[in-house]
Each structure stands twice: as structure tokens, then as C-alpha cells.
């Protein structure tokens, strides 16, 4: 199935149904971020099997619609039990892959099994509905209206490489028991845990066509995929500019768009400051902030500014750095062109009188965990995603003026808000323009039965399981007349 040369791997595509190597002759080689060699090499894929591969899903995804739910649910609970077997290599393809330490790697794995197991109950559990036309002034008893979901077609799933496996199966299980055919598209950096992720499915003899994964190209196949006809929904996470490309490009299909963040931590008066400095470290520091659902900047009370950044520095001066081999949580960032751009936040906040309270070395793509203070908002640090290990605190005066800053970012993704006074956390969460408000803890994404979903330049739609199931199908009324 791969094709090993030199020590690394060539793996194909899957086409179809099909393992094989592209027409194209050509392949793209995925560096790891923190061995900073060539791990292996995935197929540059044409527009040509692109137009193969759609038209695949979509003969195949006739038959596969008229498959019970059960029958559908037995493919992927299979999936689930092959992702079991394979959960060590998994998690040893993702760190490698991406840089993430073992023991996230390895919970990335678990938590995706879970998702697909939940997926399959959440949509065994969801009922269609009769409406009876007397319900309507004027009506008549004899109409009755019996709503049913059904696929949309062929859906394209587009993930990130930050959750290559988790924010993949995320997309693809809700699509296949909505009875719909995927092209999966990973993202370039990821891509190899893709395919190891998509070896599993094979293995359950999942009808062939009904699913394939395309690797190549952005500049060749990305907006011939996101602008196909063939194609009848889009699910993708990723950057925002990516994001606003592809709605412009996508005209009268539906889009899920999962897109950047810059999730405020707003530290009231009043706050408990251990729980407060545990949840903003996890949340900023984690994969070394490389989450859509980092803590971003923190918005703290002028009152106990100077002691929350005492205790920040401490917990920051104490953070593991170096290979996530070792399960540091300070990993390389994905390669040097994001160490680059985060590199230059920082300089352009000190530039123009930020604090610097600790960090700001680097080697490579490996950045020291930075904390900056008194940051103000004419510095880009205040509004810009870094995707890095950088956190920039801002003080304020008062509660109001917490939440002006906060609504006043591009984003609307999360926000976590750090009080005592429940009334208080109510209020600023109802003020707060963003998707999920955490009261008391940091943002996340999750539980996957819960809904998940950014405004403004976050996104646009709602995932979780359920929410997804609901994106990846649509009502149809059957009206039966009754005389």
C-alpha cells in the first residue's frame, strides 16, 4: 500500500475505493516540525481525479443513502475498533506529524473514537416528525406533514493540521451516517495522520467511492474542489482568510466554516486567582497556543493586575519546553514561517512599550512561553491570532470597559469570564458577542455533544455532534392527503 524509499515513506492517495499513486507523477514532502527532516511524501493529486473521485461519491452515495442507519452505524463502530487497534501508531503519526506531545496526541485519538461511537447513537436518536395540516388556521385535517432528514450529496470535509485526526472525523462521521458521500481533504502538514486515520475506515470494507481523500496542491486543487459542482456542502476549519476565500468562492451551497479566534480571559475584581492563573495557562500554553480556542489576550481588573501577572509568570517560568518526545507542553510551532509571524507580534509590542514579564527566546520554530504586559491597543499583539506561546495582558478599568475591548475584536469565537459573583458572570456573558462563554474555565472545545460555534470572523454555522448531523442533511416534506 506505501511505497518506502530511502527510509520514508510515499503514501498514495485514496481514490475511489482505491490506494494508488497519482497520474501526476508528482508528491509533496511533509517535514515534521520539531526532527526538521522529510517524514514522508503524500501524491500531488490532479483535477482530473479530483473530477473522478467526486463523480465516485456520488454514484456511490446513492446506495449507501438507502442503507439503514443501523447498517451505516455497523461501518463506522468498526471504524472506531480499527482506530482502537491502531490508537499507539496513531498517536506516534500525529506527534511526529505535527509536532503535538504524546499524551495529547494519544487523547486526540481516544476522544476521536468516542466522537464516532456518539456519533452513530446521536443520529440513531433522531426522529423525523409529522405536522397535521389543522394546525394552521384555516387548515384542513385531512393534510399531514411528515418531515424527514435526508442527505445533502456529497459533502467536502476540509480539517486543519493542528486536530488532524480529531477535527477529520469530526467532519466525516457526521456526513457518512447522514448518508451522505465525503472528499476528504486534509490539511498539507497532517495529511499522513489523515491517511492512517482513512486506512482504518478501509479496513471496515466501507463500499468503495462512497469516501476519498485528496492530497495535493492548494494552487492546483483547492478552488477547483470548494468551487466544484459536484460538491453539495463544505465543512472546513482553518485560517479566516482561508475561510472568507472559500464563501466567496462557494456560491448556493451550504457552509460550515470553523475559522480563527482571539479568545479574551476577562479577570474580574473579585476573581479566585489560582483557579483564574490554572485555567489561563492551560488555555494559552497548551500545544503552545496553537488551538483555534487558546486564550488569546487576558483582560484583567486594574485591582489585582499586578498580582495575577506575579502568579502568571511563576506558572510560565514553570512550563516544560522542548520535543513533544519528552511530553513538553512548549513544542516547536509548526514550521518557521509561524515562528516568524508570532516573532514579530512580539517585537512590535515591545516595540512600542509592552512589558516584556518573561520569555521571548527562540531557537528555530521553538518559542520560550511569553508573557507580555501592559499592552495597549495600538499594538497588533492586542487583535492579531498568533497561534504561538504568547500571551498579551491588558488592563482595565472596569467591567465595561473589559467587555468594549473584547467585543471590539474581528473575532467571536470564545471567552472566558473569571468571578466569584454569578450575577456578574451572567451579565458579562450576555454582553459578550461570541459563540461559547466559560465561566470560571478555560476556552474549549467540547464536549462534542455540546454545540460549537464562532460569529463574526470565527465562523458560521454550529458543529458538535448533533449540530452537525443537522448541517450534513436536510428536512424533506412528504405531505400525504388524507380523503
Not at 442503507?67 to 501508531?89: C, I, T, V
Not at 504586559?373 to 492586542?382: K, S
Not at 467540547?446 to 436536510?474: A, E, W, Y
Amino acid at each position: 500500500m506505501d511505497h518506502v524509499e530511502n527510509d520514508v515513506t510515499t503514501y498514495p492517495a485514496y481514490l475511489a475505493g482505491q490506494w494508488q499513486p497519482s497520474e501526476s507523477h508528482e508528491t509533496i514532502a511533509i517535514h515534521s516540525p520539531w526532527q526538521r527532516d522529510v517524514i514522508g511524501h503524500v501524491q500531488a493529486v490532479t483535477q482530473s481525479e479530483v473530477d473522478q473521485s467526486i463523480q465516485a461519491a456520488k454514484n456511490a452515495q446513492h446506495e449507501w443513502a438507502t442503507l439503514s442507519l443501523g447498517e451505516r452505524g455497523q461501518y463506522l463502530n468498526q471504524w472506531a475498533q480499527e482506530l482502537a487497534k491502531d490508537k499507539e501508531s496513531l498517536a506516534t503519526s500525529i506527534m511526529t506529524e505535527v509536532g503535538k506531545n504524546y499524551a495529547d496526541a494519544e487523547k486526540e485519538v481516544v476522544r476521536t473514537i468516542d466522537l464516532i461511537r456518539y456519533t452513530v447513537q446521536e443520529a440513531l436518536h433522531m426522529h423525523g416528525e409529522s405536522v397535521r395540516g389543522d394546525g394552521f388556521p384555516g387548515g384542513s385535517k385531512e393534510k399531514l406533514g411528515i418531515i424527514e432528514r435526508v442527505p445533502l450529496g456529497v459533502v467536502l470535509a476540509i480539517s486543519p493540521f493542528n486536530y488532524p485526526v480529531n477535527l477529520a472525523a469530526s467532519k466525516i462521521a457526521p456526513a457518512l451516517m447522514a448518508g451522505n458521500g465525503v472528499i476528504f481533504k486534509p490539511a498539507t502538514q497532517g495529511s499522513i495522520s489523515g491517511i492512517k486515520m482513512i486506512q482504518a475506515l478501509d479496513r471496515t470494507g466501507i463500499p468503495s467511492g462512497i469516501l476519498s481523500l485528496i492530497t495535493g496542491r492548494g494552487s492546483e486543487i483547492g478552488d477547483y474542489l470548494t468551487e466544484h459542482p459536484g460538491i453539495n456542502m463544505i465543512s472546513f476549519t482553518g485560517s479566516t482568510r482561508t475561510g472568507k476565500h472559500l464563501s466567496q468562492k462557494s456560491i448556493m451551497i451550504p457552509l460550515v466554516l470553523e475559522l480563527g479566534g482571539k479568545d479574551p480571559a476577562i479577570v474580574c475584581q473579585d476573581a479566585d486567582l489560582d483557579l483564574t492563573v490554572k485555567n489561563i495557562i492551560s488555555g494559552a500554553f497548551s500545544y503552545s497556543g496553537q488551538r483555534c480556542t487558546a486564550v488569546k489576550r487576558v483582560l484583567v481588573d486594574d485591582q489585582v493586575a499586578d498580582q495575577l501577572v506575579a502568579k502568571l509568570q511563576k506558572a510560565v517560568d514553570a512550563l516544560s519546553v522542548g520535543s513533544p518526545k519528552n511530553n513538553r507542553m512548549i513544542v516547536p510551532l509548526i514550521d518557521n514561517k509561524s515562528a516568524d509571524f508570532v516573532q514579530g507580534l512580539i517585537d512590535d509590542a515591545m516595540d512600542k512599550g509592552a512589558t516584556l514579564v518573561t520569555g521571548n527566546q527562540r531557537k528555530e520554530n521553538l518559542l520560550a512561553p511569553t508573557l507580555l504586559d501592559h499592552v495597549t491597543e495600538d499594538m497588533d499583539i492586542a487583535w492579531v491570532e498568533p497561534f504561538g506561546p504568547v500571551l498579551p495582558i491588558i488592563r482595565v478599568h472596569s467591567v465595561n470597559q473589559a467587555i468594549q475591548l473584547a467585543n471590539k475584536s474581528n473575532f467571536g469565537l470564545q471567552a472566558s469570564v473569571f468571578t466569584q459573583d454569578i450575577d456578574k458572570a451572567l451579565e458579562i456573558a450576555g454582553a459578550i458577542e461570541v459563540g461559547t462563554v466559560q465561566v470560571n474555565g478555560r476556552p474549549e472545545r467540547g464536549p462534542d455533544n455540546f454545540p460549537f460555534l464562532g460569529v463574526k470572523s470565527s465562523g458560521m454555522g454550529t458543529q458538535g455532534v448533533h449540530n452537525s448531523l443537522l448541517s450534513m442533511s436536510r428536512e424533506k416534506l412528504t405531505v400525504m392527503n388524507l380523503k
